[in-house]
């Protein structure tokens, strides 16, 4: 079973910088394939980057050159780094987990002002 746990969202103004977390605390573990998402009041949920077990990772058009996703070595936890924010990337951040199941996390809320 996979258990996810997302943190990190806070208020900052525009051009700070903020690092979500998503820890699984389950005992099937996410090898394989991480993601983080997220969701604007009013607006469908969109992919925002994930990473395979190799590290390789993808960005949306909106986040690259801004956002980097890691994971840990032991896999057990999942990280975004996110700099320059406007206020576009406000939004609820929430981190997937795709293993036999599609699992996600409780939204963790990213509050970027003017």
């Known amino acids: 079973q996979v258990r996810l746990l997302a943190s990190g969202g806070d208020s900052v103004q525009a051009g700070g910088s903020l690092r979500l977390s998503c820890v699984n605390s389950g005992s099937t573990d996410c090898a394989g394939y991480m993601s983080w998402y997220r969701q604007a009041p009013g607006k469908s949920r969109e992919f925002v980057s994930s990473?395979?077990?190799?590290?390789?990772?993808t960005y949306a058009d909106s986040v690259k050159g801004r956002f980097t996703i890691s994971r840990d070595n032991t896999l057990t936890t999942l990280y975004l780094q996110m700099s320059s924010l406007t206020p576009e990337d406000t939004a609820m951040y929430l981190c997937r987990c795709v293993r036999g199941a599609d699992y996600w996390s409780q939204g963790t809320q990213v509050t970027v002002s003017s």
């Open positions: 990473i395979l077990t190799n590290g390789r990772p």
